[in-house]
């Protein structure tokens, strides 16, 4: 989801490898200003439920509704605090950690 020219938030899966069962952890992609990071959400899921496009899980399991609230929540915080740095009128170059 390309925000604006200076933020992208998306969610893919891990590609490196996969668990011993055959998921595989969702992972944040964030770009701020060209500068891109990769954080784990620390959920791992069946590779076929997950849709790339949207960053979400098919399905109406318990588990996959508490997922896919967690990754809206996380898109959700990411652009508030987004917007209310930029609101602030903060113009400082951006470093992750």
Partial sequence: MKVSQELSISFRLRKSKSETNGKRTIMLRLVIRGERDDVSLGYQV????????????????????????????????????????KDEGDDAPFTFW
């Fill in 46 to 85: 069946n590779p076929a439920k997950f849709c790339k496009k949207s960053g979400i899980i098919n399905g109406s399991f318990p588990e996959v509704i508490e997922i896919n609230k967690a990754i809206a929540k996380t898109r959700t915080d990411i652009l508030y605090h987004y917007n209310r740095l």
